[in-house]
Antibody, heavy 118, light 109 residues
Framework: QEQLVQSGAEVKKPGASVKVSCRASGYTFTSYDINWVRQATGQGLEWMGWMNPNSGDTDYAQKFQGRVTLTRNTSISTAYMELSSLISEDTAVYYC???????????WGQGTLVTVSS | EFVLTQSPRTLSLSPGERATLSCRASQSISSTFIAWYQQKPGQAPRVLIYGASNRATGIPNRFSGSGSGTNFTLTISRLEPEDFAVYYCQQFGSSPLYTFGQGTKLEIK
């Protein structure tokens, strides 16, 4: 079945970087966009960025410009989100989500908890 | 910056009742670009509606969406126990590419 499987929870110190992976299976990875969305505890959903896995094109929310980098490895159907210069406010669950042309996010990863703490 | 405002923030209803959730956009958008999601505690969101009124695969027909311009609505005709969750609207635009509303919590009265 179609699924997105994310890497496990991370604990990072302020100022560090984190890289979260999102492996796609059950569908053609390069045929659909991948988006990244985060959610702090008890808070709403925040869109971070978008990537076209076929071309590698990206677009980032202005809030994260310069701190977030989206990449992919098509040979293993995996997308990556790297966030740098972490602060405590970056503590959140990070989701990857497949984007459809309709448009909407029809397939989500299970989420990766990133905790930023000294 | 584009903003989606959802109301009410919390809605308290009983099973069997009708729920009406609102999503207002800060500027007019095509209905093609509005989606609704349901999120339960500890789970990833799930798409319910796309293109303002199209039910996603597997979504029961008690869920319906409507609206145009700046005002969009998600209606749940008769609440089932499993419908109590948080609901988000989402828009696709140009800058930023996607925006979510702040969510409406639908709780059991």
């Amino acid at each position: 079945q179609e699924q997105l499987v994310q890497s496990g929870a991370e604990v990072k110190k302020p100022g560090a970087s984190v890289k979260v992976s999102c492996r796609a299976s059950g569908y053609t990875f390069t045929s659909y966009d991948i988006n990244w969305v985060r959610q702090a505890t008890g808070q709403g959903l925040e869109w971070m960025g978008w990537m076209n896995p076929n071309s590698g094109d990206t677009d980032y929310a202005q809030k994260f410009q310069g701190r977030v980098t989206l990449t992919r490895n098509t040979s293993i159907s995996t997308a990556y989100m790297e966030l740098s210069s972490l602060i405590s406010e970056d503590t959140a669950v990070y989701y990857c989500a497949r984007g459809r042309w309709e448009p909407n996010f029809d397939l989500w990863g299970q989420g990766t908890l990133v905790t930023v703490s000294s | 910056e584009f903003v989606l405002t959802q109301s009410p923030r919390t809605l308290s209803l009983s099973p069997g009742e009708r729920a009406t959730l609102s999503c207002r956009a800060s500027q007019s958008i095509s209905s093609t670009f509005i989606a609704w999601y349901q999120q339960k505690p500890g789970q990833a969101p799930r798409v319910l509606i796309y293109g303002a009124s199209n039910r996603a695969t597997g979504i029961p027909n008690r869920f319906s969406g409507s609206g145009s311009g700046t005002n969009f609505t998600l209606t749940i005709s008769r609440l089932e126990p499993e419908d109590f969750a948080v609901y988000y609207c989402q828009q696709f635009g140009s800058s930023p590419l996607y925006t979510f509303g702040q969510g409406t919590k639908l709780e059991i009265k």
